[in-house]
């Protein structure tokens, strides 16, 4: 809980830092200045790759049969395999619906992927679930999170 709140701590601070390199370019007319800081996309790939990685190890010390979990309701062939202490983005979303966060596009919010992205991914897990009612296999991930 502690390094969510350090983490949240330190983007607020880059965030609030961006605004004021902004309003400090815009003020002096460096408008193609202003074009590289907002483009900085590699920045913002890497900041969002940390966060995954905090939410992944918090979820997983919560939850750390959950991979395993899942799998055990998948044809051997869908079945998945990460590396220990990652979740891919297809997990992620079970993850969150595990969570509680049930709604595409919350989900799709927080992962920065598309609302089809998920619903993609809902549909998949739902096609190679070797479940009498692949319908429930929703309920079944909700109730993982169930302490």
């Given at each position: 809980?502690?390094?969510?709140?350090?983490?949240?701590?330190?983007?607020?601070?880059?965030?609030?830092?961006?605004?004021?390199?902004?309003?400090?370019?815009?003020?002096?007319?460096?408008?193609?200045?202003?074009?590289?800081?907002?483009?900085?996309?590699?920045?913002?790939?890497?900041?969002?790759?940390?966060?995954?990685?905090?939410?992944?190890?918090?979820?997983?010390?919560?939850?750390?049969?959950?991979?395993?979990?899942?799998?055990?309701?998948?044809?051997p062939e869908a079945r998945f395999n990460v590396k220990k202490?990652?979740?891919?983005?297809?997990?992620?979303?079970?993850?969150?619906?595990?969570?509680?966060?049930?709604?595409?596009?919350?989900?799709?919010?927080?992962?920065?992927?598309?609302?089809?992205?998920?619903?993609?991914?809902?549909?998949k897990i739902k096609r190679n679930c070797i479940a009498e009612?692949?319908?429930?296999?929703?309920?079944?991930?909700?109730?993982?999170?169930?302490?």
């Amino acid at each position: 809980m502690l390094s969510f709140i350090v983490l949240s701590s330190e983007y607020l601070g880059n965030f609030e830092d961006f605004q004021r390199a902004i309003e400090n370019k815009i003020v002096t007319k460096r408008y193609d200045d202003l074009k590289s800081i907002v483009s900085s996309y590699s920045e913002r790939q890497e900041k969002q790759k940390t966060l995954y990685s905090h939410i992944d190890a918090a979820f997983l010390s919560i939850y750390p049969n959950f991979v395993s979990s899942i799998n055990e309701l998948l044809k051997p062939e869908a079945r998945f395999n990460v590396k220990k202490g990652e979740l891919n983005t297809e997990l992620r979303v079970f993850a969150l619906i595990c969570a509680g966060i049930t709604e595409s596009i919350k989900i799709a919010s927080i992962l920065r992927c598309s609302v089809q992205t998920v619903r993609n991914y809902r549909s998949k897990i739902k096609r190679n679930c070797i479940a009498e009612n692949p319908e429930k296999i929703e309920d079944f991930i909700r109730k993982i999170g169930d302490i």
